[in-house]
Every structure is written in C-alpha cells, then in structure tokens.
C-alpha cells in the first residue's frame, strides 16, 4: 500500500515553521503510583516528534491513556509524562489540562517553533472513542497539519485517529512508517516462500487471523494451546491438555482450506508433556499418537518439531509470528520458543530472511529469547497488528493512504 508520509509533509506543505503538527503518539504507558515505568512508548515516538521539531514546527501531541470512557478521571491523566519526555527529548515539554477549547490553544499558542506541548488524554471527552465529528473538529481547529504516529490505535475510528485525519492534511510518523513498510514486507508483499508460526491458547480468538493465513502463506506452524485442539481433532491423545474440544469441527474446515489453497499446515509430531505446570516439572517427550494418561499435560512443542520447524525457517524468506509454541513464561516448557525464535534472528541478522513478530504474548516471548534486537521488525501493537494480520482495514491506516 501506499500512504503519506512525513516526506510528504514538507513536499505538500513547504517549510513547517510556525506550523502546528498535531501528532497522535501512543502514550498508554505502564505506570506504578503515578510513575512510568517502560517508557518504551515514549522512545518509539522521539524520531518523529524531533523531525517536526527540526522542521520549525510546534508540536502538539494527541494521546490516551486507560479508559475513562469520557469522563475526567485524575489517576488517568497524562500528567506524569510529561517529565520522562523531557528527560527522552532533552529539551522542555508543556502541558495542557485540556486537549481542546481554550487551554489547549492557549498552551499551543505560547509554543515557539520547534516547542512541544502534551495535550490532555484525548478519552476524557466522549467524543473521542464515539469519533463525533464536532470533537474531531475541534481538534483539528488546533493544528495545521496531522500526524498518526500510534499504529497500535490505528485499527480504531476514534476522533484522534480517523476523524482527524480527514479534517487535515494527514501523514504517517515514523515509527507509523516502519510499521507499515514491515507488515507490508511480511504479508502485503513479501519474499517467498512465506512462513507463519500462530501461537496461543485458543483457536476460536484466531480463527480470522488463521482463515486469512491460508491463503496467503507457503507454510504455517501451528503450536501452543492451539495446536491441541487441531491434534484433538484429528483423532490424537491430547490428555488432560487445555483444548477447545468444541472446535474440532472448525480445525478441520481449516486443515482441509490449507490443503485447498496449497498452504503446508505444520502441526506438532512430538510435544513435552508434564502433570504439572510449575518451573522444573518433571516432563518427557511424547510422539504424537501415544496414549496419554488423563493427568497428561501438552506444555510445548517436542524436539522432533522444533528440528522440523528450523528446516522450514532456513527453506524460506519471510515469516511472520504470532503467539508462543508452549508455556514459556513457565521453563522449561519456553524450549521450543526459544530455540525457534534464536534460529529465526540468527536468519534475520544474517540478511536471509525477513523476520516479523507481534501482537499479544510474541513480544514477551521474542524477549524471553533474547532475541527482539535482531528480528528484522518486532511489533509491539495488539490489536491492530492482529487485524492487520487477518485481512482487516485499519481505519487509522485507511486515512492516510496516498
């Protein structure tokens, strides 16, 4: 896809200076009594806020935190950032107890060029989540020119991130940039042969991402909790694992739409198996298609798998993952994850292969492993990387198509 970016911005609109750039950044930050404490977010958003400051333009930055569903909830205030994005930025951050009407103004207007102001969570009016229109004027009122810098909110039609954009010329930031190039280098146009691991619990809350997949990639790997249920139905002895015996039916349908559309499902063969999930359980390897006893746990993908898995990796030139092969945060059941996703990096620094990661528990897994740096894009959006994953039109996105 094409979309506009902040090259753009200064093609389209000439010098930025005395301009104001509204730039909607993710700022959902974890914070402990009222203190960030990952200011990862905040980093991501550095590259683009420095360039519209480098540009001569006032920066005004649009964010949420929590749900206050409309209402002014002090504990949910973006008050406490403000002093962490100085310290990143090194340079003075104002901020705004509002994000529309007089304050924000005010607060924009005392700005000199390259001055940055932190507008007031964007969710204590209503109008934002309900993307109302005269919110979204309101907001545009403030700016010359728009920003989306936050793709983990891009899959939704808020005010501050689609009704906006249709108010003001509209670009993506950076960190918009690089998400998009990486997704489109995984699934919108990527090197083949293509590979996907689908990780996680449950197939019935993968069952769009996984219908999508099918008939898009060369090979996908199925593993964690939700390969039992494709083992289950297929007739294998899963034990007591955790399955969604229910949705055996739609399993099949899936293997039998993978066949149709020439994609290699990659179940397991062999998995560890446990009675217990606690650190150091005792645990043995099991073929696919022994018997297990009731109090059998699957906990990860087996040795056999994971050497299958390896081979499919170096025989291909994309893949893209999402979710776990087994209970990593509980060793030694993170095994398989951790050696699947070292082998990945490893092709990924190597420059063979395009290696993308996220949504859910992949970033904690690719981190467990040591291994975010050298993957060639780790995303940290849930939600929207997940839809974009399964086909879906990111409303966010949408508006900034060129």
């Excluded at 991130?161 to 699934?187: F, H, I, K, N, W």
């Excluded at 007739?235 to 055996?248: F, K, N, P, Q, T």
């Amino acid at each position: 896809m094409t979309f506009r970016t902040l090259d753009d911005a200064l093609n389209d609109l000439g010098s930025l200076g005395g301009k104001t750039a509204l730039i909607r950044v993710d700022f959902n930050v974890p914070m402990e009594d009222g203190r960030v404490t990952d200011d990862t977010r905040l980093r991501v958003a550095l590259p683009t806020i420095q360039r519209l400051r480098d540009a001569g333009a006032k920066v005004a930055l649009l964010a949420h935190f929590d749900r206050p569903k409309g209402k002014v909830i002090p504990s949910m205030s973006l008050a406490p950032v403000v002093d962490d994005l100085e310290r990143l930025l090194g340079a003075p951050v104002r901020y705004a107890s509002d994000c529309v009407g007089e304050e924000a103004r005010a607060a924009i207007a005392d700005l000199d060029a390259g001055g940055v102001v932190l507008l007031e969570n964007v969710r204590f009016h209503a109008g934002e989540e309900a993307n109302d229109p005269a919110f979204a004027q309101q907001l545009a009122e403030l700016g010359d020119l728009y920003v989306n810098d936050a793709f983990s909110a891009a899959h939704r039609a808020h005010a501050s991130t689609e009704g906006l954009a249709r108010l003001l010329p509209a670009y993506a930031g950076e960190s918009m940039r690089r998400e998009l190039d990486a997704l489109d280098a995984a699934l919108g146009n990527p090197k083949k042969p293509v590979i996907g691991i689908v990780g996680g619990a449950k197939v019935s809350t993968k069952l769009d991402l996984l219908k999508n997949l099918v008939g898009k990639l060369d090979r996908l790997a199925i593993g964690g909790g939700m390969a039992n249920t494709f083992l289950f139905a297929q007739g294998i002895d899963i034990g007591g694992s955790l399955a969604e015996r229910d949705m055996a039916d739609t399993a099949l349908q899936i293997i039998a739409e993978a066949e149709a559309q020439g994609c290699q499902l990659l179940l397991p063969v062999d998995f560890v198996v446990a009675t217990e999930v606690k650190p150091g359980a005792s645990s043995r390897p099991v073929v696919a298609g022994q018997p297990l006893s009731a109090d059998d746990k699957i906990l990860d993908a087996g040795p056999a798998t994971v050497a299958r898995l390896l081979d499919a990796l170096t025989g291909s030139k994309t893949l893209i993952w999402n979710g776990p092969l087994g209970v990593f945060e509980v060793p030694p059941f993170d095994a398989a994850t951790v050696a699947v996703a070292q082998h990945a990096a490893a092709l990924a620094k190597a420059g063979v292969l395009t290696a993308v990661g996220g949504g859910g528990d992949t970033v904690a897994a690719l981190n467990h492993a040591g291994v975010v740096d050298d993957m060639t894009f780790v995303s940290t959006a849930g939600g929207a990387f997940l839809e974009w994953m399964e086909g879906k039109a990111l409303p966010g996105v949408e508006a900034l198509r060129a």
